[in-house]
């Protein structure tokens, strides 16, 4: 049985995964791929999911027109374009839904990790409008989880073309340094450091 064949249950009893959509699921993930995983911390996965971005727009643009009490902007309300967010929307919002158990996306995560089992932790949608000027400063997603250990996937999905210069950048086997990165000042003034995270100097305008 595949990871995302997996039962779920939900506090009114529903069971999951929901009925599947036509969509294509995603393809089987190669012991290459996994090995580079392992050393890299990050693989690219060209156009895995396109399939489903429209499904996952029209989520976004639900989101925005009815956010959760998560939702943030990030103290962006005045600037050109806006840098806000929103998470753990994904049993309220149909298209994130149908796409955590009808996209294979779960075994993914789990082909990545080798593993036979696949958690949900949760799906977080980040929109930064055009023009906005404040860039993110490099960082680690760990201290932001409430999870701990080194079976942890995320699983980024560009909704709109984005130029080189802008894009996501990672560090090639961070993930296996042993201290935390977190951002020495956030750029949008967020939440201070994480226990136990070392704050590092910011050594590009974007990641």
């Known amino acids: 049985m595949s990871p995302s064949a997996f039962p779920q249950h939900r506090e009114d009893e529903t069971t999951y995964p929901a009925p599947v959509t036509d969509h294509a699921t995603a393809l089987p993930i190669s012991d290459e791929m996994a090995d580079a995983f392992a050393t890299d911390g990050a693989v690219h996965l060209k156009g895995l999911f396109a399939d489903w971005v429209d499904d996952l727009a029209a989520g976004v643009a639900r989101n925005e027109a009815d956010p959760s009490e998560f ?13 806000w967010d929103d998470y753990c929307n994904w049993s ?17 995560a789990a082909g ?11 799906e977080h949608v980040l929109v930064k409008e055009p023009g906005a000027p404040r860039p993110t400063p490099w960082h680690c997603d760990a201290p932001y989880y409430f999870v701990d250990g080194p079976q942890t996937v995320s ?17 090639r086997g961070s993930h296996l340094w042993q201290d935390a990165v977190h951002p020495a000042q956030r750029a949008v003034g967020r939440n201070g450091p994480t226990e136990g995270a070392v704050p590092r100097p910011n050594p590009s305008p974007y990641h």
Do not use: C, K, Y
């Open 71 to 83: 939702f943030d902007d990030n103290g962006t309300s005045n600037d050109v374009g806006r840098f």
């Open 155 to 171: 699983i980024w999905i560009p909704l709109d073309p984005v130029p080189a210069e802008s894009t996501l950048r990672l560090i």
């Open 112 to 122: 990545l990790m080798r593993s036979e089992t696949v958690q949900l932790f949760h």
């Open 92 to 108: 309220r919002i149909p298209e994130f839904e149908r796409f955590a158990f009808g996209s294979g996306i779960a075994d993914v």
